[in-house]
């Protein structure tokens, strides 16, 4: 049994999964929010009590015995953790720790206190001798410090944190099958943020956090039409990406192809653009097979539609348990991917 927490600033999701005769079932799923009245919501004015009473609250709704539970695993999200394939040296692991670490030190955000790493071994480099590929997670003694107070008031032990990146590709790599050739790229599009992941068998992983995501439409949807903050997610969800449309639309309109105009779509089309063509320069033999969208925000109507025409791609709705069994009726699943690959590592799968 094991217990994934994702700690979204919007909602909070729990997932716990059983794993019997190599076959995984959800048990538990579910979410809550994290304000009871959504014209307060506000990303700068969450509390960490606030995270710790919706963790708790959730727990208890689902009949989860948090006191009880081992294998908790929760997400680390945003910028406090950084997330990178690295190339070095194939050397003994107290060496590569602490080279690593200096390595880390680049990246991580400065708070006075030391890094704290953890790396998995990917294989040799295949272009340089004595190389190894090494995925390395980094963050500061006082973020998992942080974290690990928020799990242990809101009833947990705390066990393992992981990062929103590794939980989507763990989620990701357990239900399909890394390409052999070129990459798949992979949007988490949630409500803070989105997570954008690209990786093959034979490329290099890749992630970046685009600030642009369900918050930032919301509220310029609020600016441009002065409503307040749940008008306008129901306007967002109910129109989808022509909520900017002013002029009336013809039914037979294909959504998100008769969208022309700039909106804050186009911002989040261009951003994908530019961070794919930083992962092509960087990687020149690397190519795009295939192109999932997840996370709560990403069933807007027309919104994977508009992906597709604006890159030009193909995009498929990711399905978070292709490989699981669940017979839990739940509303979009795709809200649950990180809390769902979370869990996955908790079985140690």
């Given at each position: 049994?094991?217990?994934?927490?994702?700690?979204?600033?919007?909602?909070?999701?729990?997932?716990?999964?059983?794993?019997?005769?190599?076959?995984?079932?959800?048990?538990?799923?579910?979410?809550?929010?994290?304000?009871?009245?959504?014209?307060?919501?506000?990303?700068?004015?969450?509390?960490?009590?606030?995270?710790?009473?919706?963790?708790?609250?959730?727990?208890?709704?689902?009949?989860?015995?948090?006191?009880?539970?081992?294998n908790v695993v929760s997400s680390i999200s945003g910028s406090m953790v950084d997330i990178r394939e690295v190339s070095?040296?194939?050397?003994?692991?107290?060496?590569?720790?602490?080279?690593?670490?200096?390595?880390?030190?680049?990246?991580?955000?400065?708070?006075?206190?030391?890094?704290?790493?953890?790396?998995?071994?990917?294989?040799?480099?295949?272009?340089?001798?004595?190389?190894?590929?090494?995925?390395?997670?980094?963050?500061?003694?006082?973020?998992?410090?942080?974290?690990?107070?928020?799990?242990?008031?809101?009833?947990?032990?705390?066990?393992?944190?992981?990062?929103?990146?590794?939980?989507?590709?763990?989620?990701?790599?357990?239900?399909?099958?890394?390409?052999?050739?070129?990459?798949?790229?992979?949007?988490?599009?949630?409500?803070?943020?989105?997570?954008?992941?690209?990786?093959?068998?034979?490329?290099?992983?890749?992630?970046?956090?685009?600030?642009?995501?369900?918050?930032?439409?919301?509220?310029?949807?609020?600016?441009?039409?002065?409503?307040?903050?749940?008008?306008?997610?129901?306007?967002?969800?109910?129109?989808?990406?022509?909520?900017?449309?002013?002029?009336?639309?013809?039914?037979?309109?294909?959504?998100?192809?008769?969208?022309?105009?700039?909106?804050?779509?186009?911002?989040?089309?261009?951003?994908?653009?530019?961070?794919?063509?930083?992962?092509?320069?960087?990687?020149?033999?690397?190519?795009?097979?295939?192109?999932?969208?997840?996370?709560?925000?990403?069933?807007?109507?027309?919104?994977?539609?508009?992906?597709?025409?604006?890159?030009?791609?193909?995009?498929?709705?990711?399905?978070?348990?292709?490989?699981?069994?669940?017979?839990?009726?739940?509303?979009?699943?795709?809200?649950?991917?990180?809390?769902?690959?979370?869990?996955?590592?908790?079985?140690?799968?």
């Amino acid at each position: 049994m094991s217990i994934g927490i994702d700690i979204g600033k919007y909602k909070i999701k729990i997932v716990e999964l059983e794993s019997s005769n190599d076959k995984v079932e959800i048990k538990k799923i579910g979410s809550i929010s994290v304000f009871e009245d959504l014209n307060t919501f506000d990303l700068e004015k969450i509390s960490r009590s606030q995270l710790e009473a919706s963790v708790y609250d959730l727990a208890q709704e689902l009949g989860i015995n948090s006191k009880k539970a081992k294998n908790v695993v929760s997400s680390i999200s945003g910028s406090m953790v950084d997330i990178r394939e690295v190339s070095t040296l194939d050397m003994p692991d107290q060496e590569l720790s602490i080279s690593l670490e200096l390595e880390a030190k680049k990246h991580i955000p400065l708070d006075g206190t030391d890094p704290i790493i953890d790396y998995h071994h990917l294989g040799v480099n295949s272009k340089e001798i004595d190389k190894i590929n090494v995925l390395l997670a980094s963050t500061t003694k006082n973020i998992i410090k942080e974290h690990a107070a928020l799990i242990k008031n809101a009833g947990f032990k705390p066990n393992i944190f992981d990062s929103d990146p590794i939980a989507i590709s763990n989620n990701y790599q357990f239900n399909n099958n890394l390409p052999e050739e070129g990459t798949d790229v992979i949007l988490n599009i949630g409500t803070s943020n989105t997570n954008l992941i690209v990786w093959g068998k034979n490329c290099p992983f890749f992630n970046r956090n685009i600030d642009i995501s369900g918050n930032y439409f919301t509220n310029e949807i609020m600016r441009q039409f002065n409503v307040d903050y749940k008008t306008a997610e129901d306007m967002k969800f109910e129109k989808g990406i022509n909520v900017f449309d002013t002029e009336q639309e013809s039914e037979t309109e294909n959504m998100g192809i008769s969208v022309e105009k700039r909106t804050p779509f186009n911002e989040f089309s261009e951003e994908i653009k530019r961070t794919l063509r930083f992962y092509m320069k960087n990687n020149n033999q690397a190519f795009f097979n295939n192109f999932y969208i997840t996370g709560g925000s990403s069933n807007l109507p027309g919104l994977s539609d508009f992906i597709a025409s604006t890159l030009n791609v193909n995009v498929e709705v990711l399905d978070p348990i292709k490989n699981i069994n669940n017979s839990i009726k739940v509303d979009d699943l795709n809200q649950y991917t990180t809390a769902i690959g979370l869990a996955l590592r908790g079985l140690d799968i």
